[in-house]
C-alpha cells in the first residue's frame, strides 16, 4: 500500500499524482506517505494532481480536503489540480463545495499559484 | 407510465473492493447507453456514494442493478438493499444535516440531487432500502 | 408523435376517459345502442365511405391528400374500418388508442383540423339521412343522438393530438434553440464571455453549467464572464444556478464574473439570500471586461500619440 501513490520532489514542492482509487488504506498510505515527505525536508507546497479520477464522491472529497488540511498543519500549501469539469459539476450538484482549498487548472498553473501564494507569506 | 426492466444484475457489497466493483458496473452500463459525460458522473457517483454507506453502516447488503426502459427512454436503476441499523430520523438525514454521521448524511442528501428518482425505505433495527434511477439525459 | 406517446400527453387514462365520457354524455346506453345498429353499419358503409370521399375528392384543397388510386383505396379501407369501429359498443382505452392512431396518421400526413372536421360533418349528414330512411323518427332520432355523441368524442381526440402535435413541435424547436444559445465566446486569451439571454428553466441551466465548465477546461481559460442582462427571469433556482456555477468553475481553478445585473435583479438576489459574496458581480459588460483582464494581470494601455494606425499606413499621420 505504501508508495501506491507516486509522490515527487521538486525542490521545496511536493507533487503528488492520483491515479487510482482512493479508499481506506490507500488512503491513509497517501496521507501518511504526504506528511512523512513534508516532515523530512522543507516543504512550501504540496500539489495534488487528480486528473486521473473520473468520479470524486464525498468520501474521496474530504480525504483530499483533509490531506491539505494536514500539510497545512505543518506549514505547506496544498493546491489541487487538474479537477475533470464532471467531477466538479457532480460535487457542487452534490453540496460539496470543497471550500478551503486551493485549486488550478494543471500542474503549470498550480506551481504559479503556489509561488504567488508563498511570496505573500513572506 | 410503465417501466420495465429490460436487464437486472445483483451485486454483493460485502467488502471494500465490492463499494468499486458495484461503481464501475454502473459506469460501463451508463457509457454503453451513451450517457453524456455530466450524467454518468453523476449516476456512477450517486451508486458509489449509497454503496459505501451500505458498506461503512450497514457491514453489508445488496445492489440490484437495472436497465429500465419507459416510452421514450432508457435509464439506470440501482436499489440497494441492507439489513442494517436503518435510518432513524429520514427527514433529518435527507435535509442533509444530520450531525452524528455527517458522512452518511451529505452522501445521502447530495445522491438525492444527482439522480432523477429516488426512494427511500427504512426500519431502524431491520435495515435500509434505497432506489435511484437516472434517465438518458436525451 | 407516436400514439401511445399522445395518450401520456393527453394523459388519457381511465379517470380522464370517465371524465371526458361524462362531459359527452356518452353512456353505456348509447354504446349499447350502437352496437345494436352494426347490420345497419355493414350494410352501409360502402355507401358512407365514398360519399366521404366524394367529398374529399372533389375538394382541390383536400385532393392533395390522395394522389392516387392506390392511395384511396387505402384510405378507403382504413376508413370503413373506422367508421365500423363506431359501433362496436365499446368505448375503453383501447378504443381511444385506436382512435389517436388514426389522429396521429392524419397529423403527419399534415391534414388540418378543419379538413377533417369538415368531413365528419358530412359524415354525421350522411348517416342521418340514410337513419332516417330506414327506421321509424324516433328510433332514428335516439341512434343519431348515440351516434353524434361519439363521433364528437372521437373529434375531440382528433383535435386534442393536433394540439399536442404542435406542442410538440415547439418543444423540439425549443431544443434546438436551446442548444444554440449557451455561445461560449473566447473574448480573449484565456477569457470567456457567455452572454445569457432569454428564459432559464432547469434543464437549460444544467446545460450552461455542463457547457461552461467544458469551455474553462478546453480554453484553459483563468475567467469566464457570465453576463446576464439578457436573462428574462432571475428567481431563485437561476441564481442558486449561477452560484453552482460559479463554485465549480473555481474547482477548475479559474474565476466567474457575473455581469449585467440590473437594479432589480440586484435586489431580488439580495432578497433571496442569495450568497454571492464567492462572486465577482458588476453592472456592465465592459466593466467586466476589464475586470476579467486585472485579474490576468493585464492592463489596456493607449498607443503614444500620433502612433494609431502607423504599422498600417507606413508613417505618421
Known amino acids: 500500500m505504501r508508495g501506491s501513490i507516486p509522490i515527487l520532489r521538486m525542490g521545496e514542492t511536493l507533487l503528488a499524482t492520483v491515479h487510482v482509487d482512493l479508499h481506506d488504506a490507500v488512503a491513509e498510505a497517501f496521507q501518511t506517505d504526504v506528511l512523512t515527505a513534508v516532515e523530512k525536508r522543507r516543504t512550501n507546497g504540496l500539489v495534488i494532481d487528480i486528473s486521473g479520477l473520473d468520479m470524486v464522491d464525498t468520501y474521496v472529497a474530504r480525504i483530499l480536503a483533509q490531506t491539505g488540511q494536514m500539510a497545512k498543519l505543518m506549514g505547506t500549501t496544498t493546491v489541487l489540480v487538474g479537477m475533470r469539469p464532471e467531477v466538479s459539476a457532480t460535487l457542487v450538484r452534490m453540496g460539496y463545495m470543497m471550500e478551503g482549498v486551493y485549486t488550478a487548472l494543471d500542474l503549470d498553473e498550480g506551481l504559479a499559484l503556489l509561488k504567488r501564494l508563498c511570496k505573500r507569506r513572506r | 407510465m410503465v417501466i420495465e426492466a429490460r436487464t437486472r444484475r445483483e451485486m454483493k457489497i460485502a467488502s471494500e473492493d465490492d463499494v468499486a466493483l458495484v461503481r464501475r458496473a454502473v459506469r460501463a452500463l451508463a457509457e454503453a447507453h451513451r450517457f453524456d459525460v455530466f450524467a454518468s458522473a453523476a449516476i456512477t457517483t450517486a451508486t458509489s456514494e449509497l454503496t459505501r454507506n451500505v458498506w461503512v453502516h450497514a457491514r453489508g447488503g445488496v445492489a440490484l442493478i437495472e436497465e429500465v426502459l419507459d416510452d421514450e427512454r432508457v435509464g439506470i436503476r440501482v436499489t440497494f438493499r441492507d439489513e442494517g441499523p436503518g435510518i432513524d430520523d429520514i427527514e433529518r438525514v435527507l435535509a442533509g444535516g444530520y450531525s452524528t454521521a455527517k458522512s452518511m448524511g451529505l452522501g445521502l442528501s447530495g445522491s438525492r440531487r444527482l439522480v432523477d428518482e429516488f426512494r427511500l425505505d427504512s426500519t431502524p433495527g431491520r435495515g435500509t432500502c434505497i432506489q435511484i434511477l437516472k434517465w438518458h439525459p436525451l | 408523435m407516436s400514439h401511445s406517446k399522445y395518450m401520456k400527453t393527453l394523459k388519457l387514462d381511465e379517470a380522464e376517459l370517465r371524465s371526458r365520457r361524462a362531459f359527452f354524455a356518452l353512456s353505456d346506453e348509447d354504446l349499447a345502442r350502437l352496437a345494436s345498429l352494426r347490420s345497419f353499419a355493414d350494410t352501409h358503409t360502402e355507401a358512407i365511405v365514398d360519399a366521404f370521399y366524394e367529398l374529399l375528392l372533389a375538394h382541390p384543397d383536400t385532393r392533395r391528400f390522395f394522389p392516387d388510386e392506390s392511395t384511396v383505396r387505402r384510405v378507403k379501407r382504413a376508413q370503413r374500418e373506422y367508421f365500423l369501429g363506431l359501433f362496436q359498443g365499446r368505448c375503453d382505452l383501447a378504443y ?222
Not at chain 3, 442582462?229 to 437561476?238: F, H, L, R
Request: hydrophobic share 50%.
Open chain 3, 96 to 317: 381511444v388508442e385506436d382512435r389517436l392512431r388514426v389522429g396521429a396518421a392524419h397529423e403527419r400526413i399534415g391534414l388540418a383540423p378543419r379538413w377533417y372536421l369538415g368531413a365528419y360533418l358530412r359524415y354525421l349528414q350522411i348517416m342521418q339521412d340514410r337513419l332516417f330512411a330506414e327506421f321509424p323518427a324516433a328510433e332514428a332520432r335516439a341512434a343519431f343522438a348515440s351516434i353524434q355523441r361519439l363521433v364528437w368524442f372521437d373529434v375531440s381526440l382528433a383535435v386534442d393530438t393536433y394540439i399536442a402535435a404542435n406542442l410538440d413541435a415547439v418543444g423540439r424547436h425549443q431544443a434546438a434553440i436551446r442548444e444554440l444559445s449557451t455561445p461560449v465566446i473566447r473574448v480573449h486569451d484565456r477569457v470567456l464571455l457567455l452572454p445569457l439571454v432569454g428564459a432559464i428553466d432547469s434543464v437549460r441551466a444544467q446545460q450552461v453549467m455542463d457547457t461552461v465548465l467544458l469551455r474553462v477546461v478546453e480554453e484553459k481559460a483563468k475567467c469566464i464572464i457570465i453576463d446576464i442582462a439578457g436573462v428574462a427571469v432571475v428567481d431563485t433556482k437561476v441564481a442558486d444556478n449561477l452560484v453552482k456555477t460559479t463554485a465549480s468553475v473555481r474547482l477548475l481553478g479559474a474565476q466567474t464574473i457575473l455581469t449585467g445585473i440590473s437594479a432589480q435583479v440586484a435586489r431580488t438576489m439580495v432578497q433571496l439570500g442569495v450568497d454571492i459574496s464567492a462572486m465577482h458581480t458588476l453592472s456592465s459588460l465592459a466593466e467586466g471586461i476589464e475586470l476579467s483582464l486585472d485579474l490576468l494581470g493585464k492592463t489596456i494601455i493607449s498607443k503614444p500619440r500620433g502612433r494609431a494606425n502607423s504599422a498600417r499606413r507606413g508613417g505618421d499621420l
